[in-house]
């Protein structure tokens, strides 16, 4: 069976599917390329307000195939460097992305799928969810972004411990360190997800597009820098509709409904 990215759509939430079953959700070409075509079409749908990214049945992805991978290693390099260019595309446009994007993590996020999980705003876990970045048991070195993203997010030492050890780090761990946003009893992480999506949606859109753009830049900018981009952002949010519509509400007690 030929892996997909299934796409559905609850209320004003976009729900990507990885699925992938014969290879517990493994990761590929073809699924980079449809996420992208995905949050390309999403970008400026009104109807859409947050997306969830979820796995197949009870695991989220297993990172990239090892089958494809041992094949790959008799053909030009090229076919890898432009496998790993379209995970990366996929990962920068999750960034890009001006909606809230969510990982909705059962059973293992690993290798890649740890570094999809990384490059989305939030991630929504169940207890006894693991994630592992195992590349080094197998004589590889991490893509997608990962070793990126758990350099800017955690100590060291523990960056190293779970790349070059390849060892398995639990949820309840992630969240306690402050990567993993919330904790769900098993089977319920794409519920919980859902909850924090249609949440997002009753926020406004263009509040949450700055705050995003405000955060992913916020670890390359200097303060000065930085001042001037919140100025910026304030000023037109604070001209936007949207404001003339929360800030009456707010002082009137009533619940705001943006456009």
Known sequence: MTATLQ????G????????????????????????????????????????????????????????????????????????????????????????????????AAAGAGFSLALACDFIVAASDAIFVMAYSNIALSPDGGGSWRLTHALPRQLVNELLMCGERIGAQRLHDLGVVNQITPAGSALGAALELADRLCGRAANALTSIKALV????????????????DHFVANLHHANAGTGIPAFLSRQHPRYE
């Open 7 to 10: 796409q559905s759509r609850q």
């Open 12 to 107: 004003r939430v976009l729900i990507l599917t990885i699925a992938n079953a014969a290879h517990r959700n493994a990761l590929g070409p073809e699924i980079y390329a449809e996420g992208i075509r995905a949050l390309s079409h999403a970008r400026n749908n009104k109807d859409i307000g947050s997306v969830v990214i979820v796995g197949e049945g009870t695991i989220f992805s297993a990172g990239g195939n090892i089958q494809r991978l041992q094949a790959n290693r008799q053909l030009s390099l090229t076919v890898q460097e432009e496998s790993i260019d379209g995970l990366h595309a996929w990962i920068e446009t999750i960034g890009t992305y001006p909606k809230p994007v969510i990982a909705a993590i059962e059973g």
């Open 216 to 231: 992913n830049q916020a670890g390359h900018n200097a303060l000065t820098d930085h001042l001037k981009l919140e100025r």
